[in-house]
């Protein structure tokens, strides 16, 4: 009799306790669903968001958007191009201390100031190369033929006064392309976005073939994702080394104190600082709070491209939204994707 009543009982609808696995997938299902209801309904203007640990995809984002849909990266633009220029190191096309004279045959014109033909190719990765401010020129249908920025007058000694300088990415962009011997976009082609499977990207080349070095780059967020996990890989993809580990480390080490837009440390055209709990971390940053992230101790990845400036920044986003949610995620949290594939 007693055997028939727990076989009633169970027929009758009571729950089996779930397996701590069930438990688990639940409990990361729930999480997942509060993060995207969460930015649905309190940052709208978020076009994509990528989380993933090392190549495994935990959680994308891209509200009522396609994921393949390229966006424009701001100054996410800068990081890429200084990974270009570590391509291009490695294979000794450039040099960390060769100077302007040596770089841009028009430094050793007599018309420029004399303590600019001490600029390093360092110095202007590192935005340091003491040029005072001046206002971009705009040419029509060129982005940077000229190197009118060389003309600018020397403020400080080159490597020792952070100024966030937009004109000196271009001249780093005008710098690589003559080193690679012309071609910029081939080289971007081939040397870096082909091998990680990136085709749907966007970069603008100018009528005399020169690529904006401050901005321009189009990318979606997977792909924003990838070019993090390059760098969390320390510039291995796959079975191929695409950029050396020495450069990776020594671009994303802080060089200085940094300072404004992102109010940061600052390595080779890549922000350097702590989030909120002192975990290193190590970020490409453009206006409106395009974000790439990387988080070496915790091998997590974030990718995140915005249509405007998010409430109280993009850190506070990362500090207060993500970072809680992907804390919640069990070790083992299941993927739903692969950065790599």
Same mark, same amino acid.
């Not at 401010?133 to 009118?148: C, L, T, Y």
């Not at 952070?162 to 690589?176: H, R, V």
């Given at each position: ?69 390229? %966006? ?70 060129? %982005? ?92 291995? %993809? ?48 453009? %206006? ?54």
């Amino acid at each position: 009799m007693a055997a028939i009543g727990i076989s009633l009982f169970i027929a009758a609808g009571f729950p089996a306790r779930q397996s701590t696995a069930q438990q688990a997938t639940a409990s990361t299902a729930e999480t997942l669903a509060k993060l995207s209801a969460t930015i649905a309904g309190q940052y709208p203007s978020v076009r994509a968001l990528v989380l993933a640990r090392g190549n495994c995809i935990l959680h994308e984002y891209y509200g009522n958007n396609s994921p393949d849909v390229p %966006w424009p990266m701001h100054s996410v633009t800068k990081s890429v191009l200084s990974i270009l220029v570590g391509i291009a190191i490695d294979k000794g096309l450039l040099r960390l201390d060769q100077k302007l004279p040596e770089l841009v045959a028009e430094a050793r014109e007599g018309t420029i100031d004399p303590r600019a033909a001490d600029v390093t190719l360092r110095d202007l990765l590192t935005m340091s190369s003491g040029f005072a401010p001046h206002e971009m020129v705009v040419v029509p249908g060129v %982005w940077n033929s000229s190197v009118w920025m060389i003309n600018r007058t020397v403020e400080y000694p080159p490597g020792t006064h952070f100024y966030y300088d937009d004109q000196g990415t271009n001249l780093i962009a005008i710098i690589l392309r003559r080193a690679v011997g012309g071609n910029i976009a081939e080289f971007a082609k081939n040397e870096l976005f082909a091998p990680l499977q990136i085709d749907r990207y966007y970069w603008a080349v100018d009528r005399d073939g020169n690529l904006p070095g401050y901005s321009g780059l189009l990318l979606s967020g997977r792909d924003m994702a990838k070019i993090g996990l390059l760098y969390l890989q320390q510039g291995r %993809w796959r079975e191929r080394q695409l950029v050396s580990e020495a450069y990776v480390l020594d671009s994303t080490h802080k060089h200085s104190d940094g300072g404004g837009p992102a109010n940061a440390g600052y390595g080779y055209l890549w922000w350097t600082m702590p989030i909120r709990d002192g975990s290193p971390a190590y970020f490409a940053a453009g %206006w409106q709070s395009q974000l790439i992230l990387n988080l070496p101790d915790r091998n997590l990845v974030m990718a995140l491209a915005s249509g405007s400036s998010l409430p109280g920044g993009a850190a506070k986003f990362i500090n207060e939204v993500v970072l809680p949610a992907e804390a919640a995620l069990p070790a083992g949290a299941a993927c739903v994707g692969r950065l790599d594939q």
